[in-house]
């Protein structure tokens, strides 16, 4: 059985995508400067957001019709080369979806600390009507 393609996915194939995220300590910050910030890349022909945490995930989706590439990133005191903090959980990954990303990005390089990547997204399917493919075939 093949894989499906959910709408949001095959709305991104072949389009920009633009990362609209901004860190503590960096002066646009915050949910209302993302917002601002996935309008003007909207306005300028992006076919797709990328979003970094829940607030700002829900601010752009208030404002945004295309697909949105959600990821939460959590920091930790571990070394950043073994650690994963590009959506490492599955709540991390359930709190992306319901403030209504279409796609959740996951880090699944190979690290010491990790569980199977396969795992997350498995356990995050049943969140929300918004998800996309989860990596089941049929689904």
Known sequence: MGLKMKPAVRRLLGGVIVSCQAGKGNPLHGPENMKRMAMCA?????????????????????VCDKPIVGINKLTCSANIL???????????????????????????????DRGSAADTPNSASGTSSRCGHHGRPGN
Do not use: K, N, S
């Open 42 to 62: 909207l306005m300028g022909g992006a076919d797709g957001i990328r979003a970094c945490w829940p607030q700002d995930v829900a601010a752009i989706r208030a």
């Open 82 to 112: 073994d650690a994963v903090y590009i959506t490492p959980t599955v709540q991390a990954a359930t709190e992306v979806i319901e403030a209504g990303a279409d796609v959740v990005a996951l880090d699944c390089t190979l690290r010491p």
